[in-house]
């Protein structure tokens, strides 16, 4: 059990436990001004540089978090939205062969994914980020420990998902690089 911190009880709950609707209000401005992750990691070499990506490893890490994320599992019209993403990922850039192949880095991955996805009128996909029965809130607050036994009162995050398909990819690329590097160090003992 964690010890109370009482200043910061007292500022950011209110009296009946619940969170203060101003430092809520604060968050949701910060999180409001920060830009999508391809814009605030500009500058990250990690984020910035490019490496040769499949094209149907951003759709697949894109249908893994889609069902990672939602309340359901499978989120409603995945295949639809899957086979929207793939398609339009041909219209953003050109892909190499027919293997489908690009260098890219991250930063134009995310940049991709909300260029076709984010706030375009893709009804099935903006349905993902609405909870289906009462108001989907500005800020949500979760927990391991919460019990939500109507999915229908959950939504996806869109912007996390997004940036799980990136972290996902970054994370492969550095295992890649650690399998090459091995593999280096082998033939060259």
Same mark, same amino acid.
């Given at each position: 059990m964690t010890p109370e911190i009482p200043v910061l009880k007292e500022a950011f709950l209110t009296s009946d436990g619940l969170i203060n609707p101003?430092?809520? *209000?604060?968050?949701? %401005?910060a999180i409001g001004a920060m830009g999508k992750c391809h814009q605030r990691l500009s500058s990250d070499p990690e984020w910035s540089v490019r490496k040769w990506t499949f094209k149907h490893e951003i759709v697949g890490h894109f249908a893994m978090w889609a069902c990672r994320l939602?309340?359901?599992?499978?989120?409603?019209?995945?295949?639809?939205v899957c086979r929207y993403l793939? *398609? %339009?990922l041909d219209s953003v850039t050109e892909w190499e062969t027919s293997q489908k192949w690009k260098e890219c880095s991250l930063c134009d991955i995310s940049q991709?994914?909300?260029?076709i996805l984010y706030e375009q009128g893709i009804t099935q996909f903006d349905a993902w980020n609405r909870c289906k029965v009462g108001a989907t809130p500005e800020i949500a607050f979760t927990c391991l420990q =919460?019990?939500?036994?109507?999915? =229908?009162?959950d939504f996806i995050d869109l912007d996390a998902l997004f940036l799980c398909v990136c972290v996902s990819i970054c994370d492969e690329r550095r295992k890649y690089k650690l399998f090459d590097?091995?593999?280096e160090n082998k033939e060259t003992a």
């Open positions: 101003v430092c809520l *209000a604060e968050l949701g %401005a939602s309340p359901y599992g499978v989120p409603d019209n995945l295949e639809d793939n *398609a %339009a991709w994914l909300y260029d =919460d019990n939500k036994p109507n999915p =229908d009162h590097d091995k593999l």
